[in-house]
């Protein structure tokens, strides 16, 4: 009778703590939401105490690979006269893609890769070529169909600021293509050489993985007649002007100048346009030198 009374004693005991779960479970849900939280409670090696991280987008978590990648090159690299300087920036980066401070890394990438300019011009990292810390795509260094990374919300946010400015002045712009992937670009590639031949398509579309387009930092750029997008027909618009004159001060280089296609192997495209940054500033007061020139 003991033992009935014992188990009995038991068995009501887990029912309980059953029920007071599952109660605690859906009072829970019924305040907090059914949204998933936006940060995460993770060990960090570097502080060595529990950390409150940001859950990353998928575009964060491309982002935050491609940053890492570059890293792992830079990392590579040594400098007489800079090596305390590359040693505390090295550091810096560490912590903060330990913590995944997405918005904080492209900062000290730059900075790191500043400093190492000089020591190694050229690196090739998985498949991947970057000169002076510079992602470079062209039909000499090509992507694999593998590298996805979409549209590079760095670039996305400063496009948005210059269609702002833009609008200020009385210029509408609509960005008709950013971010392409192996598929799409291959597809595209194989048509227009089906429609034109493979000579004449050379001229104006990229081999698939070729193409800036994969790489997320390449923005197609129209005014408001959609019928001249990617049409020499731009060049002279208002839209195609302004681009022109304005479009280095929120980081954008015109890829394919004119007179530079034996350079960058494309024809003159008014509407092509490349996310680089800071150096789009001297670019722009070097006369706009195709990319290939101005990293040579």
């Given at each position: 009778?003991m033992?009935?009374n014992k188990?009995?004693?038991?068995?009501?005991?887990?029912?309980?703590?059953?029920?007071?779960?599952t109660?605690?479970i859906?009072i829970?849900?019924?305040?907090?939401?059914?949204?998933t939280?936006?940060?995460?409670?993770?060990f960090?090696?570097?502080t060595?105490?529990?950390?409150?991280?940001p859950?990353?987008?998928?575009k964060?978590v491309?982002?935050?690979?491609?940053?890492?990648a570059?890293?792992?090159?830079?990392?590579?690299?040594?400098?007489?006269?800079?090596?305390?300087?590359?040693?505390?920036?090295?550091?810096?980066?560490?912590?903060?893609?330990?913590?995944e401070?997405?918005?904080?890394?492209?900062?000290?990438?730059?900075?790191?890769?500043?400093?190492?300019?000089?020591?190694?011009?050229?690196?090739?990292?998985?498949?991947?070529?970057y000169?002076?810390g510079?992602?470079?795509?062209?039909?000499?260094?090509?992507?694999?169909?593998?590298y996805?990374?979409?549209?590079?919300?760095?670039?996305?946010e400063?496009?948005?600021?210059?269609?702002?400015a833009?609008?200020?002045?009385?210029?509408?712009?609509y960005?008709f293509s950013?971010y392409?992937?192996?598929?799409?670009?291959?597809?595209?590639?194989?048509?227009?050489?089906?429609?034109?031949g493979?000579?004449?398509?050379n001229?104006?579309?990229?081999?698939?993985?070729?193409?800036?387009?994969q790489?997320g930092?390449a923005?197609?750029i129209?005014?408001d007649n959609?019928?001249?997008?990617?049409?020499?027909?731009?060049?002279?618009?208002?839209?195609?002007?302004?681009?022109?004159?304005?479009?280095?001060?929120?980081g954008?280089?015109?890829?394919?100048?004119?007179?530079?296609?034996?350079?960058t192997?494309?024809?003159?495209?008014?509407?092509?346009f490349?996310?680089v940054?800071?150096?789009?500033?001297?670019?722009f007061?070097?006369?706009?030198?195709?990319?290939?020139?101005?990293?040579?």
């Open positions: 009778m033992k009935k188990a009995k004693r038991r068995f009501i005991a887990v029912v309980v703590m059953v029920v007071v779960i109660l605690m859906c829970g849900r019924y305040w907090g939401g059914t949204s939280p936006n940060t995460i409670a993770e960090s090696p570097i060595e105490q529990i950390v409150e991280k859950i990353l987008t998928e964060e491309a982002l935050l690979a491609d940053y890492q570059v890293y792992r090159m830079l990392n590579k690299q040594r400098s007489d006269g800079i090596e305390n300087s590359v040693e505390e920036l090295k550091l810096e980066l560490d912590e903060k893609i330990a913590n401070e997405v918005a904080d890394i492209e900062v000290v990438i730059n900075k790191l890769a500043n400093l190492l300019d000089s020591i190694n011009d050229e690196e090739l990292d998985e498949g991947r070529v000169i002076r510079l992602l470079i795509v062209n039909k000499q260094y090509c992507l694999k169909p593998s996805s990374p979409g549209e590079n919300p760095v670039a996305r400063a496009y948005d600021q210059m269609v702002i833009a609008k200020a002045d009385g210029i509408n712009l960005d950013t392409r992937s192996y598929t799409v670009q291959k597809g595209l590639y194989n048509r227009y050489v089906e429609q034109d493979l000579d004449a398509a001229r104006y579309s990229a081999a698939p993985g070729c193409s800036e387009h790489s930092l923005f197609d129209g005014g959609s019928a001249f997008f990617a049409e020499t027909t731009f060049d002279d618009t208002k839209e195609a002007i302004w681009l022109a004159e304005n479009a280095h001060k929120f954008f280089i015109l890829r394919y100048p004119i007179g530079k296609e034996a350079i192997g494309y024809m003159h495209e008014s509407w092509h490349r996310y940054g800071d150096i789009a500033e001297p670019i007061t070097q006369g706009n030198p195709a990319l290939e020139e101005y990293l040579a």
